[in-house]
Nanobody, 123 residues
Framework: QVQLVESGGGLVQAGGSLRLSCAAS????????MGWFRQAPGKEREFVAA????????SYADSVKGRFTISRDNAKNTMYLQTNSLKPEDTAVYYC????????????????WGQGTQVTVSS
C-alpha cells in the first residue's frame, strides 16, 4: 500500500506562489489516481485538484482554476501542486490523497491520505 508524504508548505504573501510536493512510497504509484485537498480552521476538508494515473486528465475546484496546476512524475513517484496568485482564503492544511479510481478521488471518498502541509497566505 502506498504511503504519502507532503512537503513545500509555508508562509507566503498574497499574490505569491508555492509548489507543494507529495512523495509516495512503493512501486505502485502509477496505478493510483491522486488528488489534493485542503482544510481551513473551522471548515470541512474540501477538494482542490485531481489527476489520473497517467497525468493526462485533471480536475480542479472552481476556486483554484487558473491559479493552481496539478501534475505528477511517475518516474519519481511524486505529485505536485503549483499554487500561483495565492489569496488569504487559500490558507489551509493541504493533504494529498490516492485511490485507484479517478472518480473516487474527485468525490473525496478516499482512504489513503498524507499527514498534510500547512500553507499560510498573509494579506
Amino acid at each position: 500500500q502506498v504511503q504519502l508524504v507532503e512537503s513545500g508548505g509555508g508562509l507566503v504573501q498574497a499574490g505569491g506562489s508555492l509548489r507543494l510536493s507529495c512523495a509516495a512510497s512503493g512501486r505502485t504509484f502509477s496505478t493510483y489516481a491522486m488528488g489534493w485537498f485542503r482544510q481551513a480552521p473551522g471548515k470541512e476538508r474540501e477538494f482542490v485538484a485531481a489527476i489520473n494515473r497517467s497525468g493526462g486528465v485533471t480536475s480542479y475546484a472552481d476556486s483554484v482554476k487558473g491559479r493552481f496546476t496539478i501534475s505528477r512524475d511517475n518516474a519519481k513517484n511524486t505529485m505536485y501542486l503549483q499554487t500561483n496568485s495565492l489569496k488569504p482564503e487559500d490558507t489551509a492544511v493541504y493533504y494529498c490523497a490516492a485511490d485507484q479510481s479517478f472518480g473516487t478521488v474527485v468525490a473525496g471518498t478516499l482512504t489513503l491520505w498524507g499527514q498534510g502541509t500547512q500553507v499560510t497566505v498573509s494579506s
